[in-house]
């Protein structure tokens, strides 16, 4: 499915305190990360919740800080961004997959509420189109797809209790 053709989806409804938000941003691409980084924290600025954005040096590195920060605790989401623009050589696809796979294992491993915003595009051009601030900013959609995870983990621990 292409940006284009992305279905327009209402944030999901979450119960209970605002969150707090850890926003964790790779941003060699400034523009286009902040792009998103600006669509996530609207939304989150409309659930009143509290956000927190740090910087990392790369998409590589993108994996061990989210780690860090839910060992850390304190947060009951994670947003992670970057953006990783095809080169000349093979180091676009270690990137990519290493990444990937990365923020897929911590998801999987801690079942904390991430929302993943790592672009992975054949140009800068395709990166400005999911950076826009328009109803196609993968940003908004990271922010949205955390925010129903965050309900989603609130809803198993109340069946818990």
């Known amino acids: 499915m292409s940006t284009a053709d992305s279905p327009l989806r209402a ?15 790779a941003p060699y691409y400034a523009n286009v990360v902040g792009g998103m980084v600006d669509g996530a924290l609207a939304v989150l600025a409309g659930l009143g919740a509290e956000a927190e954005v740090i910087d990392v040096a790369g998409a590589f590195e993108l994996p061990a800080a989210l780690a860090m920060a839910i060992r850390a605790g304190g947060h009951d989401g994670y947003l992670v961004f970057g953006c990783v623009v095809k080169g000349e050589t093979d180091h676009y696809d270690h990137i990519c997959r290493e990444a990937c796979r990365g923020v897929m294992d911590v998801s999987i491993t801690t079942g904390a509420a991430i929302g993943f915003g790592l672009l992975t595009v054949h140009s800068l051009q395709q990166a400005i189109a999911r950076s826009s601030p328009d109803r196609h900013n993968k940003g908004v959609e990271a922010a949205n797809a955390m925010i129903g995870q965050v309900a989603l983990a609130r809803k198993f621990t109340q069946v818990a209790e």
């Open 11 to 25: 944030p999901p409804e979450l119960t209970g305190p605002a969150p707090r938000v850890l926003v964790i941003q």
